[in-house]
């Protein structure tokens, strides 16, 4: 039997994984699912199932000693006296538009929530407030409102907690800077219901032996996804920073940003870290972007990305929600490319689109990048070109939001102690192109879309 491994339940809203590291933050056991949803509640039951069975076969190989929760943000469980008193609400479920305008007069000035106005139920209090319009007295009857993280570790210990990163996640339900819910959870009678806040490190309790698990197992309140990968790089860097955690999200913090400085309106918010600083951030669903431009397009070169810029080819804003062009459509200019071509375009968009984020969150001299776009060597080279006075470094490993909520269980005695090898992170050259006049154009094109849409 190994020595006690840390596991991390890393629910995102594509994939679910359940990763086990052991003491030197090696990934010694992985799982992973896809995460289900109807388009109206997510699938908790699902979620369960795997969770529970993927910590029964680790167990099988080592001795569990930590878990911790980190998921995806805009997810909120209205909580029972057993259980959930409702399903937990899909943020892409759409509002219906009475209740989205009735909403936007009562939320709070982005100066106090540092939340942007978003679509859907990305702003969690959006969702909230459309669920208590369609089932009237649920909150009334409710027990507790919890994010998920914290959902998922009352799953496995049965307390109940808050988390500062998840209430600080664009939920409109928390104000960074006073570090206490906002005027809007006030005035809905919500803040009654958030438990206690918690450092993301704290023991909430041990695993219930119901589970049919060996052995006393800790299990930590947990944290906001992309928040356990800044984790990460908090932990191990000695000087202000930026970070690019790729995903379905793109979400670009800035360690050296003023949030004071954020523009509303342009998906840019203040992030609540581990430790309950605010961050200056900006985001895109960069995933989805690539995904809805790419399509099934195949590898490609720096030859192909060549080919994009003779022939004039652009991939113009959004093609997801959100993002720092929330009101432009997505569209093509220029001749169809083929696969590999289009590959190439949509790797220099998410670089283009990384770059205007970064810029909304202030100078940026050293840049990380994390998650699976770490990996792709057009986005990394066109982003070392497009910011030639920033130094890029590209993480090896594509866990760092897991690597990041791993880091908790040892938090805060093991506190920069991260082995030096968790931080291996590459530096990235610029590409031997001149993207300048390519993104001139692309912001000339993406003003002119902006002005005869808006």
């Not at 909150?139 to 808050?162: M, T």
């Not at 203040?270 to 972007?289: H, I, K, Q, W, Y």
Request: charged content about 15%; proline content about 7%; glycine content about 10%.
């Amino acid at each position: 039997m190994h020595s006690g491994v840390t596991v991390v339940l890393d629910i995102g809203k594509t994939n679910s994984k359940v990763l086990a590291f052991d003491a030197g933050l090696d990934l010694v056991a992985t799982y992973d699912t896809a995460s289900i949803s109807d388009g109206t509640h997510l699938d908790t039951a699902h979620g369960w199932a795997f969770i529970l069975a993927s910590l029964k076969e680790i167990a099988k190989r080592f001795r569990l000693s930590a878990i911790v929760p980190a998921t995806h943000g805009a997810a909120f469980a209205v909580m029972g006296e057993n259980g959930l008193a409702h399903p937990v609400v899909d943020y892409e479920k759409p509002v219906p538009a009475a209740a989205s305008a009735d909403y936007d007069r009562l939320r709070p000035d982005f100066a106090e929530s540092f939340s942007p106005g978003l679509p859907l139920g990305l702003n969690a209090g959006r969702q909230l407030f459309a669920l208590d319009r369609s089932a009237p007295g649920l909150f009334d009857e409710a027990r507790a409102l919890v994010a998920y993280p914290q959902y998922w570790a009352w799953k496995l210990c049965g307390e109940l907690a808050s988390d500062a990163s998840s209430l600080g996640c664009h939920t409109d339900l928390w104000a960074p800077l006073k570090g206490a819910p906002s005027s809007l959870a006030v005035a809905m009678g919500w803040d009654r219901l958030l438990p206690p806040v918690a450092p993301a490190w704290t023991t909430l309790g041990e695993t219930r032996p119901a589970l049919g698990l060996p052995g006393r197992c800790r299990v930590l309140a947990g944290i906001h996804d992309s928040n356990a990968a800044l984790l990460r790089y908090i932990a191990g860097s000695q000087e202000p920073f930026a970070l690019v955690s790729t995903g379905t999200w793109f979400v670009c913090f800035n360690t050296a940003g003023d949030v004071s400085g954020l523009p509303a309106g342009r998906d840019t918010l203040a992030n609540v870290d581990a430790l309950g600083r605010p961050v200056a951030s900006a985001r895109f669903m960069g995933g989805r972007e690539y995904a809805a431009i790419a399509g099934l397009g195949g590898q490609a070169r720096i030859e192909d990305l060549r080919a994009v810029l003779a022939k004039g080819l652009f991939a113009l804003p959004s093609f997801a929600a959100g993002g720092p062009f929330p009101a432009a459509r997505g569209s093509m200019r220029g001749t169809p490319p083929g696969r590999a071509e289009v590959t190439a375009l949509a790797e220099l968009y998410c670089a283009l689109m990384t770059c205007e984020c970064l810029a909304l969150t202030g100078p940026v001299r050293k840049l990380y990048v994390d998650g699976p776009f770490a990996t792709h060597p057009l986005y990394l080279g066109a982003l070392a070109t497009l910011l030639p006075g920033t130094r890029i470094l590209a993480a090896q490993d594509r866990h760092g939001t897991g690597i990041g909520a791993a880091l908790l269980a040892r938090w805060p005695s093991g506190a920069g102690q991260l082995p030096d090898y968790a931080l291996a992170a590459q530096d990235i050259a610029a590409l031997d192109l001149d993207l300048a006049s390519y993104r001139h154009s692309w912001r000339e094109m993406v003003a002119g879309t902006a002005a005869s849409e808006g």
